[in-house]
Structures are given as C-alpha cells and as structure tokens.
C-alpha cells in the first residue's frame, strides 16, 4: 500500500475544492497514509512548494470556497524539462501517488504523471460542467446558485423599469450554467453554443411577450459567443425595449458549495484515495446516474457528451 500522497489543485478554482481537498486528506490519514500537499497547482511541483498535511490542517474548510492550496497554470510543466523537475521533486519526497483537483487542463497534466509511472487520480472541479466523463463537476451546483439569485435581483430591477436584460455567464464554450440558470430563473431565452442563435426569434418572443403585458425580459448569454453590448444594442433597436447588460464574471467561481457540491466533493475525494490505496491511478473520478466510478484519464478526456437537448427545450416550452 502507498505510503505517501500527494495532493494539488490547478486552473480555475471552484466552490468545493476545498472539501474535496478535506476529503482526500482525511481519508488518506485514516489509512495510515501521509499526505502532501502542493501548492500553486504543477507550479508547485516543480519547484518544491510542498507542505505535509495533518487533520488539522483540514480542520473548517469544509465551507469555504476557493482552495487552501492555491492554484495556478503551468505552461513549464508541459515542456520535457518542466516534467523532469517535477519528477525529480516527486522523488525527493517519496510521494508515491498523486491527486489533481482541476478541468481538462489539470487532467493532462495527470495523464503525464501517470505516463511517468506516478499513478494519479483526477478529480472533476470547475464550474463549467464540461468534463464529458462525468454528470456533474465540483463547483457547477454552487455556481449556478450563485447565478440564479443574481437573476432574481436583476430581475427586480428590470420589472421596476420595464426592460430586458442580457445576463453573461461563464461557461468556456459550454452552455451548461447558462441552461441550468437559464430554466431555474425563468428566462425568456437562452443562448447557448451549442445552439444556433435566431436574434429575430428572440425579439419577435421578447415583443409578443411586451404586447400581452409583460415587464422584464431576461435573457442568458453563454460567455465568448458575442459582444454582450453590442447585442443588446441590437435587441433594443430591433424591439424598442431598453436593454442593459449585466456580466457576473468570476463572482460565480466564489462563495461557500452547496450542500450538492460538499457531497460530491467528499465522495470523490474518498474515492480517489480509495484508489490510490490499491495502487490504481491514471483515473478520473466520476460521477454518473448518482454513483461514484472512475474511468481511464485518457479515455475521460476524448469522451463526447451532448448537451441536454430535452432540457433545452422545455425551456422553450416554459417561457411562451
């Protein structure tokens, strides 16, 4: 059995990381197993920025967002040199196993250890939902929460004055908080990349829906598709109805997760060392029709998944 982990987290941070992190060190320590941690993602291991972790170390940090260990992205770990320092610090260490915290950039990464002969476990933790292997990624539930009660307050606002208002959310070319968000907070429409985008469909709903009396039209943008200004310059010109913008930006990769989020956190962290323990790595940790399993990191990362077309379309349904 593995004497020694090591543990990092990398890229964009997310609500439930640091649960995750609890999670993994807690379980490795009730297995006799000593932890380190990593800090500043891959950049950390390069250049030695390791701690050992204890209980205590874990202790109230359950709650809180972002994550203790700090994050960064490592283009020097992609080079050959990069990988060899790292090696080198792995060595020093005696850090059998590895656990990444982090998106499909952070599992490339854990696919090199791995190729290195580091068994690595990936664990998924973004607010973007875009890992195809897994239903849901630490950090999507909070984040969508966090999204839905700006909508209400926006929405208040907008009915005060009688407009539209396109809401910008992240997402990185995936459309899953702004369709989430989208059914949640009762939008009038939603754009989404993997949806083609009809600005006349969306004035022509937005003016039927002024004609029989409505007062606030709220619209979600998927990040990266267009100048949300400019649309919603075009939107005003094209309906009359005054329309303002508003970008949530990175307050939706903060706060404390979600009783959803601590949950999935804490047992994929459980599971990742679990695996570790047998000696298993190069895997991705996953969560699908609500059990834990873990698939092959090269695998996970080619894996292709829709998005939820029926979903998007009882949106459709729900907003007339």
């Known amino acids: 059995m593995m004497k020694t982990i090591g543990v990092l987290t990398s890229g964009g941070d997310a609500p ?19 932890v380190i941690g990593i800090r500043r993602g891959y950049n950390g291991l390069i250049y030695g920025d390791l701690r050992e972790m204890n209980i205590a170390s874990v202790g109230d940090i359950i709650h809180r967002g972002g994550t203790i260990l700090h994050t960064d992205r490592s283009d020097e770990f992609k080079t050959p040199e990069g990988m060899k320092k790292a090696r080198n610090i792995i060595e020093i ?7 990444v ?35 849901y990624t630490i950090g999507f539930d909070t984040a969508t929460n966090t999204v839905v009660d700006a909508i209400n307050k926006i929405r208040d606002t907008v009915t005060s004055h009688q ?4 809401i910008e959310v992240m ?16 939008a009038e429409h939603i ?8 600005i006349n469909d969306l004035c022509k709903r937005l003016i039927q829906g002024k004609d029989r009396g409505k007062r606030s039209h709220i619209i979600m943008l998927a990040e990266s598709m267009f100048d949300v200004n400019e649309l919603c310059k075009e939107i005003e010109e094209k309906t009359g109805i005054e329309t303002r913008a508003t970008v949530l930006g990175h307050i939706q990769r903060g706060g404390s997760p979600t009783v959803a989020d601590r949950i999935l956190a804490s047992r994929m962290g459980y599971h990742a060392v679990q695996l570790l323990k047998e000696g298993i790595g190069n895997r991705i940790v ?19 998944k829709g998005f939820d077309e029926e979903l998007y379309e009882m949106s459709k349904v729900l907003s007339i």
């Open 16 to 34: 439930g990381m640091n649960a995750a992190i609890r999670a993994v060190v807690r379980t490795a320590i009730y297995n006799d197993m000593k």
């Open 286 to 304: 996953c969560i699908r029709n609500n059990q834990i399993v873990d698939c092959d990191i090269e695998e996970g990362l080619a894996m292709q």
């Open 101 to 135: 915290l982090g998106g499909d950039g952070s599992f490339r990464g854990a696919l090199d250890l791995s190729r290195m002969g580091v068994p690595t476990i990936g664990i998924p933790c973004t607010i973007d939902n875009d890992i195809n292997c897994t239903d």
């Open 191 to 198: 754009i989404m990349p993997e949806v083609p985008f009809d």
């Open 171 to 186: 997402g990185r070319g995936r459309g899953d908080i702004a369709l989430y968000t989208g059914v949640a907070g009762g």
């Open 93 to 99: 260490f005696g850090i059998e196993g590895v656990v």
């Open 163 to 166: 407009r539209a208002n396109v």
